[in-house]
């Protein structure tokens, strides 16, 4: 892939399920808004990128100010998520190659590690499909039997949750888009549209604590991780039995 890197924030949700008088984004978070932090994470990894942040073409709370980055524009959001992406592919189409890589992030993970942000980014550059942030499943994971009772229990071996952000060559990406608009297929993230090409996107491990933000005690909780990355690490010689 080529050496420019774009980024795209997907930032037009209403964020229903916080229940909350604001989006999401806008809510705050140690001190800045949810939409701050996890743009300050993604400068912190690659302040050379070029930003396209995906906003409701309604929204009036957003703040330029906000936006750390010095190439950024402005996109229209879409209903889904992968509206969003699709619109800003094309707001990009006369500017970037084929072979540029494009990492697509939530705007509700502002507790990822900029360590785990280049490592995808290096994964993906190296990779003919691309790829995204991903940890093994660690539960024990459930199927209901639509009653709200288990219905059986699945087995974890190989099973990941999937992460963002996501990488893909501009061009893959794309494609991977259209095709799946044109046959139908349900597009929940942008490695499943990928996938539906034939591609098999790389899995790179990436740290737990990546949380997204989706019901209303994960604020708290991000709140913690954030304050927990902060802290400095234990010393290696402190005795904790004295």
Known sequence: MSERLWLVVPAAGRGRRMGAALPK???????????????ARLHEAFPEA???LCLDPDDERFDPAAVP??????????????????????????EAGADDTVLVHDVARPCVRAEDLRRLASAVADDAVGGLLAA????????????GRVGGTEPR???????????????????????????????TDEASAVEAL??????????????K????????LAEAILAAQKAPAPSADRNDCA
Not at 27 to 38: H, K, M, Q, S, Y
Not at 76 to 88: C, H, L, Q
Not at 160 to 179: I, K, N
């Open 25 to 39: 984004q806008y809510l705050p978070l140690a001190g800045l808004t949810v939409l701050a932090r996890t743009l």
């Open 50 to 52: 070029r930003l396209c």
């Open 69 to 94: 980055f010095a190439d950024w524009r402005r996109v229209p959001g879409g209903a889904e998520r992968v509206d969003s992406v699709t619109n800003a592919l094309a707001a990009i189409a006369g």
């Open 136 to 147: 093994p499943v660690a539960d024990t994971m459930k199927r209901d039997d639509g009653t």
């Open 157 to 187: 071996d190989g099973l990941w949750h999937a992460l963002t952000p996501q990488g893909f060559g501009y061009g893959v990406l794309r494609r991977a888009l259209a095709e799946a608009a044109e046959r139908g297929v349900a597009v």
């Open 198 to 211: 034939g591609l098999s996107p790389r899995l790179v491990s990436g740290r737990r604590d990546n949380l």
């Open 213 to 220: 933000i989706t019901h209303p005690e994960d604020l708290a």
